[in-house]
């Protein structure tokens, strides 16, 4: 099997490009949520209310998610990550047959 580091350093930006463009997403989303509960009177802010209290719950959650996705993606993949120490282990085993 042979790494192609090139390419895995690659797609780890890729990966890191869509879950910054995920994070954004999610500041927006807690942008506009903030500016319509300013906007709300009456009856209709005590539902908001309750909604963004869910909304809130659920935000915390798949933030907590995306901080666990950008922690695995940056120890494993790259050229400094775990999928290296695995590759250069496995090379060393072969060396240390002969």
Do not use: P, W
């Amino acid at each position: 099997m042979r790494y192609d580091y090139g390419e895995v350093d690659t797609q780890t930006m890729q990966l890191q490009s869509i879950v910054r463009g995920m994070e954004t997403n999610l500041q927006n989303i807690n942008t506009l949520k903030r500016q319509l509960l300013a906007d709300f009177a009456g009856a209709g802010a005590d539902g908001y209310t309750e909604i963004t209290a869910k909304l809130d719950a659920n935000m915390a959650q798949y933030n907590a998610t995306l901080q666990q996705l950008k922690a695995a993606i940056s120890t494993t993949a790259g050229t400094d990550g775990l999928m290296r120490d695995t590759d250069v282990n496995q090379g060393n085993r072969f060396l240390s047959i002969g």
